[in-house]
């Protein structure tokens, strides 16, 4: 896959790759910026091909289109979306670049695993009960969410109310960010627990300077592959 | 550089023919500057200037002309509020608009398909075909006779990939279901048919 993912910017740039696919090669184009400038022009291509398909729309669609953009605000031209936190950790950026170049350089990753059984629930209560438990509050897509970290225990959980339900294709994954190793996968929060979650995040929670939450397509990620939904400093 | 007219409705002829071929960007570079600042009149120009190529990709993708008006309603607005996100440095303003629809228009058909909805009888039964013969085909006869002169130098397989993914909105993986080859020969197809198309139409970015 990595050796011939070049050969896939033809399929990227015509919207002809499946979400994980799509993930994989645009942290491939962070990369490569042959890649980017072969998609560019690629992209180009494609919409000269627009002009054999060239349809003029029903006139109503006009007074729709020019009605509805008279009530929507354009947003400024800043690129970086606000992260609902108090604080937040620089090292979340280097670590999410730093992440992606990991597994552009072809480094094998080793997928977590996310442990079940009783024995999870157990070690989550003693999370949550620890006298260093340490709890951080933060808003995810407008819903309350808290990591509770323990040092001595060397763990952390997710406490989340009414998370909203990821659209079709997406789940919501966990990380810790460790100090030189960057962003590392904590976790898939499984679809439909519930309206109520307690997620153990997998990992040693001691060493990390944050959690944060994404949503990955389906299956998750090996690094972050959008901008989290909420961060939580340690 | 010449700004275009907004006519009374979408598909003045001259001005889609002179903006939408791409060969004067900068006028829609300058719309879409405009309507950062919220100008809605520099936003009904720019819907007529690129309304024609842009609900006719949605078309081409969606095929359902009531699914399609929604999709290009929705491509539009993207554009309008992301109007200051448009970067010239990475490419055309046309290309950039028609990736948003094209993209909006590829999510539809893949979550309609989901839900079974999809009528996917050209896959099976017209993969050689042109394009549809139905569509209503406004001005800009000079711009689609090249395109259509540059399809002509494809190999048909090459021909017949780029247009099941790009104007079909399937994936790479059922493209090569369609046309029954390999995964890998149907990628490749599709990115050499690209690059033939490219250097034939002399697309520059």
């Given at each position: 896959?990595?050796?011939?993912?070049?050969?896939?910017?033809?399929?990227?740039?015509?919207?002809?790759?499946?979400?994980?696919?799509?993930?994989?090669?645009?942290?491939?184009?962070?990369?490569?910026?042959?890649?980017?400038?072969?998609?560019?022009?690629?992209?180009?291509?494609?919409?000269?091909?627009?002009?054999?398909?060239?349809?003029?729309?029903?006139?109503?669609?006009?007074?729709?289109?020019?009605?509805?953009?008279?009530?929507?605000?354009?947003?400024?031209?800043?690129?970086?979306?606000?992260?609902?936190?108090?604080?937040?950790?620089?090292?979340?950026?280097?670590?999410?670049?730093?992440?992606?170049?990991?597994?552009?350089?072809?480094?094998?990753?080793?997928?977590?695993?996310?442990?079940?059984?009783?024995?999870?629930?157990?070690?989550?209560?003693?999370v949550l009960?620890a006298?260093d438990a340490q709890r951080i509050?933060?808003?995810?897509?407008?819903?309350?969410?808290t990591v509770v970290r323990s040092p001595s225990l060397g763990r952390a959980v997710l406490?989340?109310?009414?998370?909203?339900?990821?659209?079709?294709?997406?789940?919501?994954?966990?990380?810790l960010?460790?100090?030189?190793?960057?962003?590392?996968?904590a976790?898939?929060?499984?679809?439909?627990?519930?309206?109520?979650?307690?997620?153990?995040l997998?990992g040693d929670a001691a060493k990390a300077t944050a959690a944060?939450?994404?949503?990955?397509?389906?299956?998750?990620?090996?690094?972050?592959?959008?901008?989290?939904?909420?961060?939580f400093a340690f | 550089?010449?700004?275009?007219?907004?006519?009374?409705?979408?598909?003045?002829?001259?001005?889609?023919?002179?903006?939408?071929?791409?060969?004067?960007?900068?006028?829609?570079?300058?719309?879409?500057?405009?309507?950062?600042?919220?100008?809605?009149?520099?936003?009904?120009?720019?819907?007529?200037?690129?309304?024609?190529?842009?609900?006719?990709?949605?078309?081409?993708?969606?095929?359902?002309?009531?699914?399609?008006?929604?999709?290009?309603?929705?491509?539009?607005?993207?554009?309008?509020?992301?109007?200051?996100?448009?970067?010239?440095?990475?490419?055309?303003?046309?290309?950039?608009?028609?990736?948003?629809?094209?993209?909006?228009?590829?999510?539809?058909?893949?979550?309609?398909?989901?839900?079974?909805?999809?009528?996917?009888?050209?896959?099976?039964?017209?993969?050689?075909?042109?394009?549809?013969?139905?569509?209503?085909?406004?001005?800009?006869?000079?711009?689609?006779?090249?395109?259509?002169?540059?399809?002509?130098?494809?190999?048909?397989?090459?021909?017949?990939?780029?247009?099941?993914?790009?104007?079909?909105?399937?994936?790479?993986?059922?493209?090569?279901?369609?046309?029954?080859?390999?995964?890998?020969?149907?990628?490749?197809?599709?990115?050499?048919?690209?690059?033939?198309?490219?250097?034939?139409?002399?697309?520059?970015?």
């Amino acid at each position: 896959m990595t050796a011939d993912i070049h050969s896939l910017s033809g399929a990227y740039a015509v919207d002809a790759l499946d979400d994980a696919e799509r993930a994989d090669f645009e942290r491939h184009l962070e990369a490569c910026a042959e890649c980017r400038a072969e998609v560019a022009s690629l992209r180009e291509t494609a919409a000269e091909l627009g002009a054999v398909t060239q349809t003029a729309p029903p006139p109503s669609l006009r007074s729709a289109v020019l009605a509805e953009a008279r009530t929507v605000r354009p947003l400024p031209p800043v690129t970086r979306t606000v992260v609902p936190l108090r604080r937040r950790p620089a090292a979340w950026v280097a670590g999410l670049a730093a992440a992606a170049l990991l597994v552009v350089g072809g480094l094998v990753w080793s997928p977590w695993q996310h442990e079940t059984g009783p024995g999870t629930r157990v070690v989550a209560q003693r999370v949550l009960d620890a006298t260093d438990a340490q709890r951080i509050t933060g808003s995810v897509s407008g819903s309350s969410a808290t990591v509770v970290r323990s040092p001595s225990l060397g763990r952390a959980v997710l406490v989340a109310d009414h998370l909203p339900t990821p659209s079709a294709g997406k789940e919501y994954q966990l990380w810790l960010d460790f100090p030189g190793r960057g962003m590392v996968s904590a976790g898939l929060v499984p679809v439909g627990s519930g309206t109520h979650l307690t997620y153990l995040l997998t990992g040693d929670a001691a060493k990390a300077t944050a959690a944060g939450i994404t949503l990955e397509p389906e299956g998750g990620s090996k690094a972050p592959t959008t901008e989290p939904l909420a961060l939580f400093a340690f | 550089m010449v700004v275009p007219v907004p006519s009374e409705r979408s598909g003045d002829g001259a001005t889609t023919r002179l903006v939408a071929g791409g060969r004067d960007p900068s006028a829609l570079v300058a719309l879409l500057r405009s309507c950062a600042r919220g100008d809605e009149d520099a936003f009904a120009q720019l819907y007529d200037a690129v309304s024609g190529r842009l609900y006719g990709l949605v078309l081409r993708v969606v095929r359902d002309p009531a699914q399609s008006e929604e999709v290009a309603q929705e491509a539009f607005i993207h554009i309008w509020q992301h109007s200051a996100r448009y970067d010239p440095d990475k490419g055309s303003p046309l290309a950039w608009m028609l990736t948003i629809a094209h993209r909006k228009a590829v999510d539809r058909v893949r979550s309609a398909q989901a839900a079974s909805e999809r009528d996917s009888r050209f896959g099976s039964t017209n993969q050689d075909r042109s394009f549809d013969q139905t569509v209503e085909k406004v001005e800009s006869r000079l711009d689609a006779q090249r395109v259509h002169r540059a399809l002509d130098s494809l190999t048909d397989t090459q021909r017949g990939a780029v247009e099941l993914a790009y104007l079909g909105g399937y994936t790479h993986t059922e493209v090569a279901a369609l046309l029954d080859v390999p995964l890998g020969t149907a990628k490749t197809r599709i990115r050499d048919g690209l690059i033939r198309l490219r250097d034939t139409l002399g697309v520059s970015t």
